[in-house]
């Protein structure tokens, strides 16, 4: 007989459905995941005081709050291996105070994203009014989570050491226990599809263990967490940071202002989907490109209008859908390959567009650079650059982590970062690969080659 199910205290154990069997979180699969996840970010953490971290990366707005709703969280229930009961008083509290007008809070705890297969939910979400999903009618109190549209995640832990992802005591503020090391690939997996769903710079979590919180910020050169507070007692750094989020500008909430959402019901959203069902009536081999555009636009992804600010103050945009590549992990380049149209002619070609989070060293290229020396050089069978360029409007899009460490280590010049710079890159070239698995038969590929 199989053993029997380990008991559910938290939610890094939860039911998923992969390919239409049940199987649980606690699957090798995801486990394998998670732990890649915190072995890509081994030594990429700094955790700081809260006065600093909204000081450095929420700061005030013209309102004050003076003082108000310090206390609406004091009645959050917390009873050990007892998650679920925090979530409805925290989400009433929230939305009944309006601190973030706009904004509305969602339990999501049970629903994962449909279109994941692993059906991971984090907690509590904090959406714009106009994307929060509603619970179904019925016993269920948990909506379905949305990775496209989820502002802030907020996940629950009864215990506030046992169950915290970082460690103060500890150099690398890295767990050592089992327990915490799953909370810790939890959450990077969390940070992991918002960052895939979105175009984000950087993105707000904030975790309550117990009666104590954390405020952290994940961009792809590491993560940046508050020292924990009591926001029961002293819930005033929350609400402020809530607060102020709702009041900030979308570069500040994490938001990449270079990308415009397209909804596919626009005349630009049909306009992109008759340009990718357009099948032309010789259509031959070479129509992969075209049904490949197709394959990504998906009704459950985001399409997007992206500029590359080009040399020479060149400005171009391009639609685009679901990337056919997508790099894992939260820290690193988060390399983005689309199929894409010109938004200034749809009906022409297609191209394919890069976007990556560069690393800024004097040692390494752009990818541009080199490409259009080579093409200069008459250099065959590599593609052909249309334009590329840094992320520079309205400002330079950088990675922040790396340069807290230097602050936080001025007197020490020996030391040596181990937080890489970043740098948001774009670059468009003419042709657009086929995967080597998709030829039907030798004689393409070899007719290619």
């Known amino acids: 007989m199989p053993p029997p199910p380990r008991p559910v205290r938290s939610t890094p154990i939860k039911?998923?459905?992969?390919?239409?069997?049940?199987?649980?979180?606690?699957?090798?699969?995801?486990?394998?995941?998670?732990?890649?996840?915190?072995?890509?970010?081994?030594?990429?953490?700094?955790?700081?005081?809260?006065?600093?971290?909204?000081?450095?990366?929420?700061?005030?707005v013209g309102r004050t709050r003076e003082g108000r709703f310090s206390d609406i969280l004091k009645n959050i229930p917390v009873a050990s291996g007892q998650e679920v009961k925090m979530y409805g008083p925290l989400v009433n509290a929230l939305n009944k105070a309006n601190i973030c007008p706009g904004f509305k809070?969602?339990?999501?705890?049970?629903?994962?994203?449909?279109?994941?297969?692993?059906?991971?939910?984090?907690?509590?979400?904090?959406?714009p009014?106009?994307?929060?999903?509603?619970?179904?009618?019925?016993?269920?109190?948990?909506?379905?989570?949305?990775?496209?549209?989820?502002?802030?995640?907020?996940?629950?832990?009864?215990?506030?050491?046992?169950?915290?992802p970082f460690d103060d005591r500890n150099d690398d503020k890295q767990p050592t226990s089992k327990d915490r090391k799953g909370v810790l690939g939890q959450i990077l997996s969390y940070a992991e599809f918002v960052l895939t769903r979105q175009q984000r710079t950087c993105l707000f979590m904030v975790l309550l263990l117990g009666d104590l919180c954390r405020l952290v910020r994940f961009d792809r050169s590491g993560a940046i967490a508050s020292e924990k507070f009591n926001y029961k007692t002293n819930g005033g750094a929350l609400i402020e940071?809530?607060?102020?989020?709702?009041?900030?500008?979308?570069?500040t909430r994490g938001y990449d202002p270079s990308a415009?959402?397209?909804?596919?019901?626009?005349?630009l959203g049909k306009k992109m989907l008759a340009r990718a069902t357009k099948k032309p009536a010789d259509a031959g081999p070479e129509d992969y490109?075209?049904?490949?555009?197709?394959?990504?636009?998906?009704?459950?992804?985001?399409?997007?209008?992206?500029?590359?600010?080009?040399?020479?103050?060149?400005?171009?945009?391009?639609?685009?859908?679901?990337?056919?590549?997508?790099?894992?992990?939260?820290?690193?380049?988060?390399?983005?390959?689309?199929?894409?149209?010109?938004?200034?002619?749809?009906?022409?070609?297609?191209?394919?567009?890069?976007?990556?989070?560069?690393?800024?060293?004097?040692?390494?290229?752009?990818?541009?650079?080199?490409?259009?020396?080579?093409?200069?050089?008459?250099?065959?069978?590599?593609?052909?650059?249309?334009?590329?360029?840094d992320i520079i409007s309205p400002t330079i899009q950088l990675t922040k982590t790396n340069q807290l460490w230097k602050d936080l280590h001025k007197r020490k010049t020996s030391a040596v970062c181990p937080f890489k710079k970043h740098q948001h890159y774009r670059i468009v070239v003419k042709e657009v690969g086929q995967e080597m698995a998709k030829f039907e038969r030798g004689r393409q590929l070899i007719h290619a080659l």
């Open 15 to 60: 039911a998923a459905r992969k390919e239409g069997s049940i199987w649980s979180a606690a699957a090798p699969n995801l486990d394998i995941k998670r732990r890649e996840l915190r072995f890509s970010m081994h030594g990429k953490y700094i955790i700081i005081p809260t006065s600093r971290f909204l000081k450095s990366y929420m700061p005030a």
């Open 105 to 127: 809070f969602a339990i999501t705890y049970s629903r994962g994203d449909p279109s994941e297969k692993s059906n991971e939910a984090v907690d509590v979400g904090m959406y």
């Open 129 to 164: 009014s106009g994307y929060v999903p509603q619970a179904p009618k019925g016993k269920s109190k948990s909506a379905q989570n949305d990775w496209s549209f989820v502002e802030i995640c907020i996940e629950c832990k009864t215990e506030p050491e046992a169950l915290d």
């Open 241 to 251: 940071f809530l607060w102020r989020y709702a009041r900030c500008d979308l570069a």
């Open 260 to 267: 415009e959402r397209v909804s596919p019901t626009s005349d």
């Open 289 to 389: 490109v075209r049904e490949l555009f197709e394959k990504s636009l998906k009704t459950d992804w985001s399409w997007w209008k992206l500029r590359v600010d080009g040399e020479h103050g060149v400005v171009r945009h391009f639609l685009v859908g679901e990337p056919n590549f997508q790099a894992p992990g939260v820290a690193g380049r988060g390399t983005r390959g689309y199929v894409a149209l010109d938004a200034d002619n749809i009906d022409g070609q297609f191209y394919y567009l890069k976007d990556a989070w560069r690393v800024v060293s004097r040692q390494i290229d752009k990818e541009g650079k080199i490409l259009q020396f080579l093409n200069k050089n008459g250099v065959k069978y590599i593609p052909t650059l249309e334009c590329h360029g």
